[in-house]
């Protein structure tokens, strides 16, 4: 037991904890990072968004190879080597936290690796693993503890047959079929990876649509995109049960309802992937008796400087409210460094955007059209296909579009959705736009590179005052 005082101590190195970290430090503050966790980066790096790209991009090249590649005259006949594929994903993943090990000694940042807990405010006990306890005093500490896969009650994820994300990112071998539930991010992504590598997938989602929260046209068309590549959906739908297979050899039964009642279907597959969401992960910190609070949904309630109820304490990332995405806990962390050093951090919630790094990908940032409607707002619409653009046409890549959203009166951007080939690449391009509240008219008198995806864009704006050139 010994005791160590800082200004900051951060516990969990996720994107949100890791990138405060290193932002304090820039501001001369005497950081602590604790972490559980064999590796720095959280569920990002370790089992989230950087082994998922991995997978996503070998396995859409895999299937280019399969099914694309003839049309541009390239006779190849690819074998799936899964055990190299998996280790590209490893390789990956090390490059990545040993990146953040190197960030944290360039910045002097000081990490602990255990289980930290909030003993008091201003002090932070660590437990390794092998049971030693550390005691840090520190002025501020930051909860950016994450969050963990949430669960359908009643059925165990085992990580072998029944899966979460983290199990579907290491399959052994390709699943004949895999029933997925839930037409979210995790189930579309990852679906993708096991379609393309050659397993039967069957989505089942709660709702009449997939991804909820998205543009509903951008769903719509991408749903049936997937449908085209081989993807079944149940919409509309729930699963009650899970029959786990008896033997290697058998099958697992999984049963599925409609959700406004009707006969029950029992797919017969070998494996489940269950991506219902996730949930705030605040296990062990001991804020019951620091009495910090949280909000209905587990999540806990911070002011706009991220602080808690209790004073010193303060939140960011996942586990408080907000899309639960790696750059918004990022901006979090560094806005929540400048605020603790004077300074006028801010994160405008209003321009996060969202990717689904699927082939063809969906991206989106500002209002969806459902919401401007809601809000009673005059707009227009421009949209514009990947089929009337040269670039697209010339890579074989013509599904998908453009819309760009503006308001009637002033022409500012208010949202842009695109489903379409690097699409989350191109959305940089609006989401500048818009932070510096940029009209359509901007966008559309911007020279955009010829042959480019982004014409795509550009024509578009265009189109929101029907006067696009291509179409
Ligand atoms: P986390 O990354 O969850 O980090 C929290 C850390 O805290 C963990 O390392 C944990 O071990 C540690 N911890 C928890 N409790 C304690 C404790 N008491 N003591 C010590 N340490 C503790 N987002 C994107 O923006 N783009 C993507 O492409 C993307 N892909 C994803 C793919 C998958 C499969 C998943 C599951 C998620 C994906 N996400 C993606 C979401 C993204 O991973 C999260 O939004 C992001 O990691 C949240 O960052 P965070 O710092 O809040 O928490
Ligand atoms: P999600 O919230 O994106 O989707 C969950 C889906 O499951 C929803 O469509 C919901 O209606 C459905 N659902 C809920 N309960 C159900 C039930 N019992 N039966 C059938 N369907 C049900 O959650 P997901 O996909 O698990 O992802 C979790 C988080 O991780 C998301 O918030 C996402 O932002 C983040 N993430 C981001 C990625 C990215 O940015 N590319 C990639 C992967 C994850």
């Known amino acids: 037991m010994s005791d160590q005082v800082f200004d900051l101590t951060i516990i969990g190195s996720g994107p949100g904890g890791y990138v405060c970290a290193i932002r304090a430090a820039q501001l001369g503050m005497k950081v602590a990072v604790v972490e559980k966790r064999k590796t720095h980066g959280g569920t990002c790096l370790n089992v989230g968004c950087i082994p998922s790209k991995a997978l996503l991009h070998a396995s859409e090249l895999f299937d280019e190879a399969?099914?694309?590649?003839?049309?541009?005259?390239?006779?190849?006949k690819p074998e799936l080597d899964l055990p190299a594929m998996m280790k590209h994903k490893t390789d990956t993943i090390d490059g990545n936290v040993s990146g953040i090990e190197f960030l944290f000694k360039k910045n002097k940042i000081t990490a602990f690796h255990g289980m930290g807990k909030i003993s008091k405010a201003g002090e932070v006990t660590v437990t390794a693993d092998d049971g030693k306890t550390t005691t840090l005093k520190s002025k501020n500490i930051c909860i950016a503890t994450g969050s963990d896969v949430?669960?359908?009650?009643?059925?165990?994820?085992?990580?072998?047959?029944?899966?979460?994300?983290?199990?579907?990112?290491?399959?052994?071998?390709?699943?004949?079929?895999?029933?997925?539930?839930?037409?979210?991010?995790?189930?579309?992504?990852?679906?993708?990876?096991?379609?393309?590598?050659?397993?039967?997938?069957?989505?089942?989602?709660?709702?009449?649509?997939?991804?909820?929260?998205?543009?509903?046209?951008?769903?719509?068309?991408?749903?049936?995109?997937?449908?085209?590549?081989?993807?079944?959906?149940?919409?509309?739908?729930?699963?009650?049960?899970?029959?786990?297979?008896?033997?290697?050899?058998?099958?697992?039964?999984?049963?599925?309802?409609?959700?406004?009642?009707?006969?029950?279907?029992?797919?017969?597959?070998?494996?489940?992937?269950?991506?219902?969401?996730?949930?705030?992960?605040?296990?062990?910190?001991?804020?019951?008796?620091?009495?910090?609070?949280?909000?209905?949904?587990?999540?806990?309630?911070?002011?706009?400087?991220?602080?808690?109820?209790?004073?010193?304490?303060?939140?960011?990332?996942?586990?408080i409210e907000g899309a639960m995405l790696a750059h918004k806990a990022e901006e979090e962390g560094v806005a929540l460094a400048e605020n603790l050093a004077g300074q006028a951090g801010h994160v405008n919630y209003n321009l996060i955007p969202g990717v689904v790094y699927t082939y063809p990908e969906v991206a989106t940032v500002g209002k969806t059209e459902e919401e401007l409607k809601e809000e009673g707002r005059d707009y227009v619409s421009g949209k514009f296909p990947f089929m009337a653009n040269g670039r697209?046409?010339?890579?074989?890549?013509?599904?998908?579009?453009?819309?760009?959203?503006?308001?009637?009166?002033?022409?500012?951007?208010?949202?842009?959705?695109?489903?379409?080939?690097?699409?989350?690449?191109?959305?940089?391009?609006?989401?500048?736009?818009?932070?510096?509240?940029?009209?359509?008219?901007?966008?559309?008198?911007?020279?955009?590179?010829?042959?480019?995806?982004?014409?795509?864009?550009?024509?578009?704006?265009?189109?929101?005052?029907?006067?696009?050139?291509?179409?």
């Open 66 to 76: 399969n099914h694309g590649m003839a049309k541009l005259g390239i006779k190849v």
């Open 150 to 319: 949430a669960q359908i009650p009643g059925i165990e994820i085992d990580e072998k047959t029944v899966v979460s994300s983290t199990g579907a990112l290491e399959l052994g071998k390709v699943p004949d079929h895999m029933v997925v539930v839930g037409a979210g991010v995790i189930g579309l992504e990852l679906g993708s990876v096991w379609r393309r590598l050659g397993a039967k997938v069957t989505v089942v989602e709660f709702l009449d649509r997939i991804l909820p929260g998205m543009d509903t046209e951008v769903a719509t068309q991408f749903q049936k995109i997937l449908k085209k590549q081989g993807i079944e959906f149940k919409l509309g739908s729930k699963v009650t049960g899970v029959e786990k297979a008896k033997s290697a050899k058998g099958k697992t039964k999984v049963t599925i309802e409609p959700r406004d009642g009707g006969d029950a279907e029992v797919i017969e597959t070998n494996s489940v992937l269950v991506a219902i969401g996730r949930v705030p992960f605040t296990e062990g910190l001991g804020l019951e008796d620091l009495g910090v609070a949280k909000d209905n949904r587990g999540r806990i309630s911070v002011d706009e400087k991220f602080q808690t109820n209790v004073p010193g304490i303060f939140a960011i990332g996942d586990v």
């Open 392 to 471: 697209a046409k010339a890579n074989n890549q013509t599904d998908g579009f453009v819309k760009v959203l503006a308001d009637k009166k002033t022409d500012r951007v208010l949202g842009v959705h695109i489903v379409g080939p690097m699409a989350g690449e191109m959305i940089g391009e609006a989401t500048v736009l818009m932070e510096f509240g940029g009209s359509a008219e901007d966008l559309a008198r911007t020279c955009h590179a010829h042959p480019t995806l982004t014409e795509a864009i550009k024509e578009a704006a265009l189109a929101t005052d029907k006067r696009t050139i291509h179409m």
